[in-house]
């Protein structure tokens, strides 16, 4: 398990891979990979984890669930590898991104491992699900996992932007010290709601004010 994170989550994930939900989730996971396709592959389930180490972090983006389709899913949320069509939600972001920041370019790729290498934990609440089935593998004990570490990077760091959008991730509020971090709160930019409040939420713009106003570089958002 140990390659598939940086070392400096080891002492964040260790305990909670020790605990008895994360054990009976586990052995479903691999039993529905036993049993079908599961999204992401394996060795990227825990890609946020490796390519953001934790006392870097300053941004946590929340998603909710992996994209169910095909060659989409990477570990991160909202991205997708080079060469997959950019799923609505984060089309969507990039129109916000293009109003919000100065000079901002449209990108072409939706993959967004630059973000993560900067120190945006792009976290989804569940981290699997089984292929084409939306929701599939959400209430077998991810959730437990993800709040845990959304309480943990609270309780651990400082000055670290949470950015909710749509009303599960805004849920997650309560496990964060708004005294300690700034949370950023919107609808979600699916087609469905991006019009109510999405568009027009300058987070990326305010997520960067707040970072240089507590003396840390702000994210280069370009893609």
């Known amino acids: 398990m140990a390659e598939r994170y940086d070392p400096s989550w080891e002492p964040i994930l260790k305990p909670l891979f020790r605990q008895d939900y994360m054990r009976s989730l586990s052995a479903f996971v691999q039993d ?5 396709l599961v999204f992401p592959p394996e060795n990227l389930v825990l890609n946020a984890f490796r390519l953001t180490p934790f006392e870097d972090i300053k941004v946590v983006i929340l998603g909710q669930d992996p994209y169910h389709n095909d060659g989409q899913a990477h570990g991160l949320s909202f991205s997708v590898p080079e060469g997959i069509a950019l799923p609505p939600s984060l089309r969507n972001i990039y129109t916000e991104l293009v109003s ?6 449209y990108p072409t790729s939706g993959n967004l491992t630059k973000w993560a290498k900067q120190g945006v934990l792009l976290l989804n609440a569940t981290l699997t699900v089984r292929a084409h089935q939306a929701a599939s593998h959400q209430k077998r004990g991810w959730e437990e996992f993800t709040d845990q570490i959304i309480h943990l990077v609270s309780q651990k760091l400082e000055n670290v932007v949470f950015i909710l959008w749509g009303s599960y991730a805004q849920k997650k509020s309560m496990l964060i010290d708004a005294q300690k971090h700034l949370i950023l709160k919107a609808v979600h930019p699916s087609p469905l709601s991006a019009h109510r409040g999405f568009f027009g939420c300058k987070h990326f713009s305010q997520a960067n004010a707040y970072l240089k106003a507590k003396g840390r570089k702000p994210i280069d958002w370009q893609i």
């Open 32 to 36: 529905e990979r036993k049993q079908g």
């Open 100 to 105: 919000d920041i100065s000079g901002f370019q």
